[in-house]
């Protein structure tokens, strides 16, 4: 009887020594290694940002956020008659006449185009002491929230509603308004990420840098950097006086048709990587690698394959 008392007691025991060493040890790289993913989350990598030239045909309009600034967007009309209206966000660091070499075959096809710059882009606005960051932050929501509302108050607005198509950040920008904006009723991304997605299998290879042991590098799980990256991103965001917004429960909560569109030689946002995020998707959905496109470049690697696509989704979920 007593090597059963004993046995119950270790099998008590062990999860609560599990726990109590998983403590000891958040609190460890908690102290040694949170500089590091701080540090490396607020790097900024190097990106081929495309800026367009205006263009005279377009309409250049101003419209107000909730918090009082005013942004600049422009609206290009189609020629024909009109299949819908396409919300375009663009990369972080561009400027709304980017949207040019993305969208002109969808007003040549019958949609017209709308395209704005997020505050401290281009002519918007400019909030004091905000550094521009190419991470999700909740001003990026309420810079897009205004842009949708934008279109619903046009005297010509679409009352069916609207698609979206987003480049990298306006990507993810557009999917975090459009959550509990039935509005938005498609999307189109290109080189969409997320922070958890992202950072987590970074913060793995990091700590190969920084911690020999194998135990710490291999054998926790995902969800354990995840907190120790939270805790990360929090203090970040409390730095800088913003707030850091996750995509991905975002996306699990976007119940309508998604086209996500990603380069296989991505080298920043890894295909893995988008691979994760797209899974948390609901149908329909489709992920299109392109092979030999880096982080968005796959217009300028596939082209008229890339044009077609993306003119074929907003035919079948848009126009109809």
């Known amino acids: 009887m007593s090597w059963i008392v004993a046995g119950v007691v270790i099998l008590l025991a062990l999860p609560l020594t599990v726990l109590v060493l998983l403590v000891i040890l958040f609190e460890h790289l908690r102290r040694n290694y949170l500089q590091y993913i701080e540090r490396g989350f607020q790097e900024i990598p190097l990106f081929n940002i ?3 030239q205006p263009d005279p045909a377009a309409e250049d309009v101003r419209f107000r956020t909730a918090d009082g600034l005013t942004l600049a967007g422009c609206y290009l009309k189609t020629a024909g008659p009109r299949k819908g209206v396409i919300l375009f966000g663009p990369e972080f660091g561009s400027n709304r006449w980017s949207c040019r070499e ?6 040549e096809a019958g949609y017209d185009v709308f395209a ?23 001003r990026d929501v309420v810079d897009a929230r205004a842009a949708i ?38 999307a189109v991304t290109d080189g969409m990420f997320a922070a958890r997605t992202t950072l987590v299998p970074y913060m793995r290879h990091w700590i190969t840098i920084y911690n020999k042991h194998y135990l710490i ?5 995902s969800w354990y950097y995840a907190w120790l990256g939270d805790l990360a991103i929090a203090k970040v965001g409390r730095q ?53 496109a880096k982080h968005n470049m796959g217009l300028h690697v596939a082209g008229d394959e890339y044009r077609r696509r993306v003119r074929d989704f907003f035919d079948r979920y848009l126009a109809s």
Do not use: T
């Open 116 to 138: 704005y710059e997020p505050r401290n882009h281009g002519d918007s606005d400019s909030e004091p002491n905000l550094e521009r960051m190419h991470w999700s932050m909740d």
């Open 102 to 107: 993305y969208c002109a075959h969808l007003i």
């Open 149 to 186: 509302a934008y279109l619903k108050a046009r005297p010509d607005a679409d009352p069916r509603g609207v698609g979206l198509f987003g480049i990298s950040k306006g990507a993810g920008a557009g999917i975090l308004a459009a959550v509990n904006e039935p509005y938005i009723r498609c």
């Open 240 to 292: 800088r006086g913003v707030r850091f917004v996750y995509l991905e429960p975002a996306l699990r909560r976007f119940r309508r048709p998604l086209l996500m569109i990603h380069g296989q030689q991505d080298r920043y946002i890894l295909p893995d990587m988008a691979q994760r995020l797209f899974d948390l998707a609901h149908e329909p959905k489709e992920l299109w690698l392109i092979p030999g």
């Open 50 to 52: 495309p800026r367009g």
């Open 217 to 221: 590098q291999g054998l926790l799980p």
